[in-house]
């Protein structure tokens, strides 16, 4: 599991969508799976919510 600041990633496809998702522009892929900027996310949740694998969690 790969926790960035407010967002677990666990078991992600790599198919990209919440990448575009993000206002932020906290999401980017590497390897072949997401990864979360930890000094950009605010923790809005909407990536958490588009992910059809559900492979991001958010966290407290
Ligand atoms: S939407 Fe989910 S499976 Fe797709 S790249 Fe993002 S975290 Fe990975
Ligand atoms: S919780 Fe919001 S800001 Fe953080 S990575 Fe997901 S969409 Fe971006």
């Known amino acids: 599991m790969v926790y960035g600041s407010h967002v677990a990633v666990f078991g992600c ?5 919440c990448i575009s998702i993000c206002g932020e522009n906290a999401i980017f892929c590497s ?5 979360i900027d930890m000094q950009k996310c605010n923790a809005c949740g ?15």
């Open 31 to 35: 390897a072949g799976r997401v990864q």
């Open 13 to 17: 496809k790599g198919c990209r969508k």
């Open 46 to 60: 909407q990536c958490v919510s588009h992910c059809p694998n559900k492979a991001l969690l958010l966290m407290d």
